[in-house]
Every structure is written in C-alpha cells, then in structure tokens.
C-alpha cells in the first residue's frame, strides 16, 4: 500500500531541499558561543555563518502580503519539519523588533 504524500500550503512536505533541512536540524541543537557554532557549521555543513543566518532566515521569517499572509511557504514547510526552530526564531525576530521599536521611541528595554 502507497503511502500518500503529504502537503502543507498545497507543497510536498519534502519540497525543503536537504540543505533547508539540515539547517533546521543543525539549529534544533546549535552551540551558543560564536566560535564554536562557526566551526561546527563549517565541518557539519560546510557553510558560512552568515550564510546559515540567511537560510534560517529563509526558513523562519513569513513574507506578508498587503492582507497579511503569509506569502512564503518554505515557512510553512520548515514549520511541519521542525516547529520549535521555527517558534524560536520567530520570537527572537519579534524581540528584535520591539528593541529596535523601543529605541526608536527613545525607551531602552
């Protein structure tokens, strides 16, 4: 018997490529101190620091249409493969932007 496939926001779930996947895993357990995450990604992935920020990024962060959709279904293809990665970059995004909200207002959180 066939196993169906599965879809979120009308995609495949497998459409993540392996990188996006690896990536999400790798973040799942991702050492703290800068030093050593630059180096476990260059030995575990092989990439750079930046370029992994720019795939979670990728990964993490929806697009908003002017309705407020989200126009980005890697989103939700990262979110059905690892949804704690997602949640938590999603809220240190939001912190980013209620520190950067704060200063411009003149407070400092």
Avoid: C
Avoid at 32 to 56: A, C, F
Avoid at 67 to 77: A, E, K, P, Q, Y
């Amino acid at each position: 018997m066939e196993r169906s496939a599965e879809f979120v926001s009308g995609q495949p779930v497998d459409a993540l490529s392996e990188t996006d996947k690896k990536v999400l895993d790798f973040a799942k357990t991702a050492p703290s101190h800068p030093g050593v995450l630059n180096e476990r990604l260059r030995s575990d992935l092989d990439i750079s620091t930046p370029r992994y920020y720019q795939i979670l990024q990728r990964l993490t962060i929806p697009t908003l249409d002017s309705r407020g959709n989200n126009t980005n279904t890697s989103v939700d293809l990262a979110t059905a493969h690892a949804p704690d990665v997602v949640s938590r970059y999603q809220d240190k995004a939001a912190d980013g932007r209620a520190r950067i909200g704060a200063r411009r207002e003149g407070n400092e959180i």
